[in-house]
Structure formats: structure tokens, C-alpha cells
Nanobody
Framework: QVQLVESGGGSVQAGGSLRLSCAASGYTYRANCMYWFRQAPREERERVAALHTGAGSTYYADAVKGRFTISQDNVKNTVYLQMNSLKPEDTAMYYC????????????????WGQGTQVTVSS
């Protein structure tokens, strides 16, 4: 069974930074795509970043482009989301997911999800 465990969330002031981690365990299967999603109260879940684990190519939602960076450490089986210049509108529960398809395109899918980590940005 695959397990994804997020950490690194917290409360920061606008302009601050956080780094989220997603540690994968319990499998030898390697996802083609790793994702970070977020969901704010009363909002739909949105994909904010994606990483093709083989090619290293990345995708970012327009709202976070230039501020967030997704990366991976293959030795640690961990994916990161570095979030800089945080804004109050970045406040949400952040989820890590593993899957495949077109990581940055419309035809992607997710197979495994983490439990989420809360990020709160105050003005």
C-alpha cells in the first residue's frame, strides 16, 4: 500500500515562505507524476504544481507561477513544494498526490493522496 505523508504546513505572514514535504513509503511503484493540490474552504480543489518524475519537467498554476517550486529527492522518496512570497489567498489545505498521464496537461490522473497539511497566510 502506498502512503503519502505531507508535512511543513503552518501559519505565516504575507510575504513569508514555507516548504511542504511529501514523503512516500510502502511501495516500489514509481509514479510518473507527483502533484500538489490545494483546497480552500468552499472552493474546488485545484492543482497548483506537478512534476514529471522521470523528465523532471514541471507545471504550475498561474496563481503560483514564479512563487512556488516543486522538486524531488529520489533518495528520500520525497517531493517538496517551496512556497515563497505567500499571499493570504494561498491559505488552503495542501495535498500531495501521485499519479500519471499528462502531468501538466488536462489528461492527468491521480492514484494516491496524502492526508493534507494546512497552510494559513495572514495579511
Amino acid at each position: 500500500q502506498v502512503q503519502l505523508v505531507e508535512s511543513g504546513g503552518g501559519s505565516v505572514q504575507a510575504g513569508g515562505s514555507l516548504r511542504l514535504s511529501c514523503a512516500a513509503s510502502g511501495y516500489t511503484y514509481r509514479a510518473n507524476c507527483m502533484y500538489w493540490f490545494r483546497q480552500a474552504p468552499r472552493e474546488e480543489r485545484e492543482r497548483v504544481a506537478a512534476l514529471h518524475t522521470g523528465a523532471g519537467s514541471t507545471y504550475y498554476a498561474d496563481a503560483v507561477k514564479g512563487r512556488f517550486t516543486i522538486s524531488q529527492d529520489n533518495v528520500k522518496n520525497t517531493v517538496y513544494l517551496q512556497m515563497n512570497s505567500l499571499k493570504p489567498e494561498d491559505t488552503a489545505m495542501y495535498y500531495c498526490a501521485a499519479g500519471g498521464g499528462q502531468c501538466g496537461g488536462n489528461s492527468y490522473y491521480t492514484t494516491y493522496w496524502g492526508q493534507g497539511t494546512q497552510v494559513t497566510v495572514s495579511s
